[in-house]
């Protein structure tokens, strides 16, 4: 099995639906993240929490939500999706340690707005 | 403003050859620099991870280098194969752990 998995793995919706992805992982780990990646561009952090009370707005968080159910479980919600929010989404899991730990990432989820 | 700039943007070699893939940051406070392969459609894969005081890590075929006085790192491939066709992503990541700064990659072809 993955150690993190991502549903949907595909969406398409329409302008104004509200959405949300989820992300779970079996690692462990206390860190989670959720990236956009757009054609040509590198990836971009929208948010990250080091623990189940902590969430943090990364550099695009505008538009985008997010909840963290259990150390497990992080979800991103868009609560009105728009076009431009067309990307390939990742999450990405990785440890505390005082050594830099791998950062694990999902499959991805490939969303269009229409 | 941090940055992590990659060359060349694109890359085509043939099988059984080798190549070197730059990467040029800006971030400070620095704190790590890590290499990822990314496989079309798939999530990235971590290849690398060096600290400041490390000069280079090897993954296999994989060599990595770091120069941080001059802020300039490099993955070197050595006898490519078909399955290294993929992106290879660099990424600098500063001392607090919440800023990793993603480049745009360099896609990497190899033909036989």
């Known amino acids: 099995d993955a150690d993190v998995t991502q549903t949907p793995r595909n969406r398409i919706t329409k302008t104004g639906k509200r959405i949300m992805l989820e992300c779970s992982q079996t690692?462990?780990?206390?860190?989670m993240y959720w990236y956009r990646q757009d054609p040509g561009l590198g990836l971009r952090l929208i948010y990250y929490?080091?623990?189940?009370?902590?969430?943090n707005k990364g550099e695009i968080s505008d538009g985008y939500s997010v909840s963290r159910q259990a150390q497990a479980k992080f979800s991103l919600s868009l609560e009105s999706a728009i076009p431009n929010q067309t990307a390939l989404y990742f999450c990405?899991?990785?440890?505390?340690?005082?050594?830099?730990?791998?950062?694990?990432f999902g499959p991805g989820t490939r969303l269009t707005v229409l | 403003k941090n940055q992590v700039e990659q060359s060349p943007q694109s890359l085509i070699i043939l099988e059984g050859k080798n190549c070197t893939l730059q990467?040029?940051?800006?971030?400070?406070?620095?704190?790590?620099l890590r290499w990822y392969k990314q496989d079309t459609g798939r999530g990235p894969v971590s290849l690398t991870i060096?600290?400041?005081?490390?000069n280079t890590k090897s993954n296999g075929r994989y060599t990595a280098t770091l120069d941080a006085d001059t802020k300039q790192s490099s993955l070197h491939i050595t006898a490519s194969q078909l399955s290294d066709s993929a992106s290879y992503i660099c990424?600098?990541?500063?001392?607090?752990?919440?800023?990793?700064?993603f480049g745009k990659g360099t896609t990497l072809s190899v033909s036989s």
């Open positions: 990405a899991t990785t440890t505390s340690g005082g050594a830099p730990d791998t950062q694990y």
């Open positions: 690692k462990g780990h206390d860190r």
């Open positions: 929490s080091f623990d189940v009370k902590d969430i």
């Open positions: 990467c040029n940051y800006t971030v400070s406070p620095f704190s790590n």
């Open positions: 060096m600290t400041f005081s490390e």
């Open positions: 990424v600098v990541s500063n001392q607090a752990g919440t800023a990793l700064i």
